[in-house]
């Protein structure tokens, strides 16, 4: 199995708090993705990175930042929760495409829930 | 963009039959990769199956098989002889070579009834 941890697996946090996620993986792949995933939804990118300190958005990016400082690792921050952004997020990572073929391997997710 | 469609929200089956979950996608990038995932009860996102846009036969892993019809930009998933423990979610998602996105569809929910 691809070393790939999320912590922390469940919140339950305030609306307008601000919420950090943390993506950890020992693989040393380049690319590391952030998704949240609702019912009629099916998992929708947030945002992802190519390499340290290098990131961009994805389709559902408002409300959201994330942070790359080290290969390890890549946060998501919410900066100030709303009810809409409870979810259940997966971190994914992959390595340098040799091909097409390179399939992503996920996290096992962190359900959050904000009241 | 490129987009991916799951018009199958849930499906029940009998154990033993075969199972066909539909995909269709949406690109104008020539070269792309299909990928197959299942989501069980407990939340891990499982890698079944891939296809390439080049491939020129249809993938197969074990009971998994991947009817890719590129004119009609189709790629159903097909499970041979179902089992109990294939009632889970299923997602299809492509990956075009021009970035490094994952796209994924909306799902589909299969029960497999004993």
């Known amino acids: 199995d691809a070393g790939i941890t999320q912590s922390p697996r469940h919140k339950v946090t305030e609306t307008g708090t601000p919420v950090t996620l943390r993506c950890h993986q020992t693989?040393?792949?380049?690319?590391m993705y952030w998704y949240r995933q609702d019912p009629g939804h099916g998992l929708r990118l947030i945002h992802y990175s190519y390499g340290v300190k290098d990131t961009d958005k994805g389709e559902v990016s408002d409300g959201y930042s994330v942070s790359r400082s080290k290969t390890e690792d890549f946060l998501l921050t919410l900066e100030s929760a709303t009810s809409s952004q409870t979810s259940v997020y997966f971190c994914?990572?992959?390595?340098?495409?040799?091909?097409?073929?390179?399939?992503?391997?996920f996290g096992q997710g962190t359900r959050l829930t904000v009241v | 963009a490129q987009k991916i469609t799951q018009t199958q929200p849930g499906m029940f089956v009998q154990e033993k039959e075969a199972v066909t979950l539909d995909c269709t996608y949406d690109?104008?990038?020539?070269?792309?990769?299909l990928f197959w995932y299942k989501q069980p009860s407990s939340g891990e996102m499982i890698f079944l199956i891939y296809?390439?846009?080049?491939?020129?036969q249809n993938a197969t892993e074990g009971r998994y098989s991947l009817n890719f019809q590129k004119a009609r930009k189709s790629a159903n998933l097909v499970i041979s002889a179902s089992q109990l423990g294939d009632s889970a979610m299923y997602f299809c998602a492509m990956r075009v070579l021009v970035d490094e996105k994952l796209t994924f569809g909306t799902g589909t929910r299969l029960t497999i009834i004993p």
């Open positions: 693989e040393n792949h380049r690319y």
């Open positions: 994914a990572i992959s390595p340098v495409p040799t091909g097409l073929n390179t399939e992503a391997f």
């Open positions: 296809q390439g846009s080049y491939d020129q």
């Open positions: 690109t104008s990038d020539p070269s792309y990769g």
